[in-house]
């Protein structure tokens, strides 16, 4: 069975500062890994999706990387704003084909400070 | 482009009561999820339909919950009787899904519906 963790559990930083946030997967053997952001009270926006041949995507600020022999995968945001300030999710799926579904982690929630 | 619909918001009901959720996917996914986060948690698989079939139920309370995808569009989700535990948010999903043999894996989500059982 999958199972996702997602380390630190709550991260705060001074704005402008650069950083990472964490995510491993204990079945290596993932078909793609997907980085989420949650806003409170609201739904998933998906940030970055990693296929398993790929290692690493980038979008704007954002940089995913996926290390599939170690069972990891890291989000770095560059140059930290407040806006930034949300959880943020990783999730595997457990196999292609017709049964494809995600599990997920807990989790990161990410406080930037003005 | 439209994204994934939810209603309602917000539901406040008290425990042995009954509740039903609505979802609309984005156009054209022919898979849909339905999730369940619980406050501090990741959000947890409770169905997943491929067009209106079942592909995965595994996980969902079927003494108390049940799901329908008629015409393989719109789908319902239900909680009857709600116990206290059910307080969540209820996540809907939508995939492209299948294409030529391969699941497309991006999930796109609802804003979700926040239910209280009291």
């Known amino acids: 069975k999958q199972e996702v963790t997602q380390i630190p559990a709550a991260l705060s930083v001074p704005e402008g500062e650069n950083l990472v946030l964490n995510c491993s997967f204990t079945d290596s053997a993932i078909y793609n890994l997907q980085w989420f952001r949650q806003d409170p009270g609201k739904g998933l926006t998906s940030l970055l999706l990693i296929q398993s041949s790929q290692r690493e995507q980038t979008s704007g600020r954002l940089n995913a990387s996926l290390d599939k022999s170690s069972g990891r995968s890291t989000l770095y945001i560059a140059a930290s704003q407040p806006g930034d300030s949300a959880t943020y999710l990783c999730?595997?799926?457990?196999?292609?084909?017709?049964?494809?579904?995600?599990?997920f982690g807990k989790g990161t929630l990410l406080t930037v400070n003005p | 482009e439209a994204g994934v619909a939810q209603s309602p918001r917000y539901k406040i009901i008290e425990k042995r009561q009954s509740v039903a959720f609505w979802c609309n996917p984005i156009s054209g996914h022919a898979t849909l999820y339905w999730y369940q986060q619980i406050l501090g948690q990741g959000p947890k698989l409770l169905i997943q339909f491929q067009n209106n079939g079942v592909v995965d139920d595994s996980q969902l309370p079927k003494d108390r919950f049940s799901a329908e995808r008629l015409k393989g569009v719109d789908s319902t989700l239900k909680i009857q009787p709600a116990k206290l535990e059910d307080s969540a948010v209820y996540l809907c999903a939508s995939s492209l899904g299948l294409a030529g043999g391969l699941a497309t894996g991006e999930l796109f989500f609802g804003e979700g519906s926040r239910l209280t059982v009291l």
């Open positions: 999730a595997v799926p457990n196999s292609g084909g017709s049964n494809y579904k995600l599990t």
